[in-house]
T-cell receptor, first 112, second 112 residues
Framework: IAGITQAPTSQILAAGRRMTLRCTQD?????MYWYRQDLGLGLRLIHY???????GKGEVPDGYSVSRANTDDFPLTLASAVPSQTSVYFC???????????FGEGSRLTVL | GENVEQHPSTLSVQEGDSAVIKCTYS??????FPWYKQELGKGPQLIID?????GEKKDQRIAVTLNKTAKHFSLHITETQPEDSAVYFC???????????FGAGTILRVKS
């Protein structure tokens, strides 16, 4: 069982470029999330989706957008990357009945 | 919204000793408090959780305690082993919106 698959694993990006981080889950979970992890700040929620066709803003949504066209996929897009978006990005999903989050392995993004 | 503070930020213990990580939360209506372990290069993984109708929960060498009055909860690891070395995150689920808010994380190092 793959669980959550994220791509790319790592990426170096020039400032101003557009970038999409991909996330796919095979657990048929309704809810999906994007977090960024920065040293000393823990995991901060960027955007989330409670079910296909709906999305919502988290704690740090500025500069990011998401879409949820189907249950399995939840891509995160940086329209015009800035150095402060250098971080490790984690996608997660959860089943409604337990609330447990299942995380992917992360995507390390460096914006120069 | 919910605010979660976690201490200490780093913790070094000798193999076989106990480790305690403490978290406080701000939303008195929060009712779910999970702990996640993140090994190097991996995504966080749930290790134990507690709900607000329970004061303590144990699972082999790990335990979590919850004090609702004081709005704090703690993770206890007994008989620590080198494989316990990791980053540990506490979290609290918001009463409004149902999303998890994470603490900043604790780097636990078990010395053998």
């Amino acid at each position: 069982i793959a669980g959550i698959t994220q791509a790319p694993t790592s990426q170096i990006l020039a400032a101003g470029r557009r970038m999409t981080l991909r996330c796919t889950q095979d657990m048929r979970h309704n809810a999906m999330y994007w977090y960024r992890q920065d040293l000393g700040l823990g995991l901060r929620l960027i955007h989330y989706s409670n079910t296909a066709g709906t999305t919502g803003k988290g704690e740090v949504p500025d500069g990011y957008s998401v879409s949820r066209a189907n249950t399995d996929d939840f891509p995160l897009t940086l329209a015009s990357a800035v150095p402060s978006q250098t971080s490790v990005y984690f996608c997660a999903s959860s089943a409604e009945n337990t609330g447990e989050l299942f995380f992917g392995e992360g995507s390390r993004l460096t914006v120069l | 919204g919910e605010n979660v503070e976690q201490h200490p930020s780093t913790l070094s213990v000798q193999e076989g000793d106990s480790a305690v990580i403490k978290c406080t939360y701000s939303d008195s209506a929060s009712n779910y408090f999970p702990w996640y372990k993140q090994e190097l290069g991996k995504g966080p993984q749930l290790i134990i959780d507690i709900r607000s109708n329970v004061g303590e929960k144990k699972d082999q060498r790990i335990a979590v305690t919850l004090n609702k009055t004081a709005k704090h909860f703690s993770l206890h690891i007994t008989e620590t082993q080198p494989e316990d070395s990791a980053v540990y995150f506490c979290a609290a689920r918001e009463s409004y919106g149902n999303k998890l808010v994470f603490g900043a994380g604790t780097i636990l190092r078990v010395k053998s």
